[in-house]
């Protein structure tokens, strides 16, 4: 089975505090995914990456960038943490391909709060 | 642009008992896959179902089946015999042509399952 892997499950920091989410997944994904999740909106695309050293921006990229360095790690960024980034926060694989019916596999999620 | 909409927030079944939740997606696009998720409490998002745009025929899984509707651009999910693990929030998700593997979800149904 895919096992994708967030670093924490649960995370308060603080206004203006530069914060890392780590995700790793064990089955050689090239697409991997940050989305996150509020009441009432589901869940939203913030970064994907399909290879290493490659990102695309998602629906709501702002406030946030993301890190991959090696093909089986996706990192997160809070630039400058905001209480409005105050969230559950997502990472996803999948594989790549044309046709692929492929879904993407989650983690448990990070609810990150920012206070 | 591509949506997706679940226009049910809440719903809730008698266990035993048969249930819809529904799920509407706007596309100019023929050929696309979807999704049915499913995210327990505190637990980790699953696939449910899937359902490719070029098969005619609905996809199945156990006690889980999809209405598909591809001129209606409807796709509803069936769950027969419900049961107390059924209960979560359900997510049903878009995912256009193309090999970056993105998808589009809706806001989420919360389903409760009552014994």
């Known amino acids: 089975d895919v096992k994708v892997t967030q670093s924490s499950r649960y995370l308060v920091k603080r206004t203006g505090e530069k914060v890392f989410l780590e995700c790793v997944q064990d089955?050689?994904?090239?697409?991997m995914f940050w989305y996150r999740q509020d009441p009432g909106l589901g869940l939203r695309l913030i970064y994907f990456s399909y290879d290493v050293k490659m990102k695309e921006k998602g629906d709501i990229p702002e406030g946030y960038s993301v890190s991959r360095e090696k093909k089986e790690r996706f990192s997160l960024i809070l630039e400058s943490a905001s209480t409005n980034q105050t969230s559950m926060y997502l990472c996803a694989s999948s594989l790549r391909g044309e046709a692929s019916n492929q879904p993407q596999h989650f983690g448990d999620g990070t609810r990150l709060s920012i206070l | 642009a591509q949506t997706v909409t679940q226009s049910q927030p809440e719903m809730s079944v008698q266990e035993a008992e048969t249930v819809t939740l529904s799920c509407t997606y706007d596309?100019?696009?023929?050929?696309?896959?979807l999704f049915w998720y499913k995210q327990p409490p505190s637990r980790q998002m699953i696939l449910v179902i899937r359902q490719e745009a070029y098969k005619q025929q609905n996809a199945t899984e156990n006690r889980f089946s999809v209405n598909f509707q591809k001129a209606a651009k409807s796709f509803s999910l069936k769950i027969s015999d419900s049961q107390l693990g059924d209960a979560a929030m359900y997510f049903c998700?878009?995912?256009?042509?193309?090999?970056?593997?993105?998808?589009?979800f809706g806001q989420g149904t919360t389903l409760q399952v009552k014994p």
């Open positions: 596309t100019s696009e023929s050929d696309y896959y």
């Open positions: 998700a878009y995912k256009p042509p193309g090999n970056t593997g993105k998808l589009i």
């Open positions: 089955m050689d994904h090239e697409n």
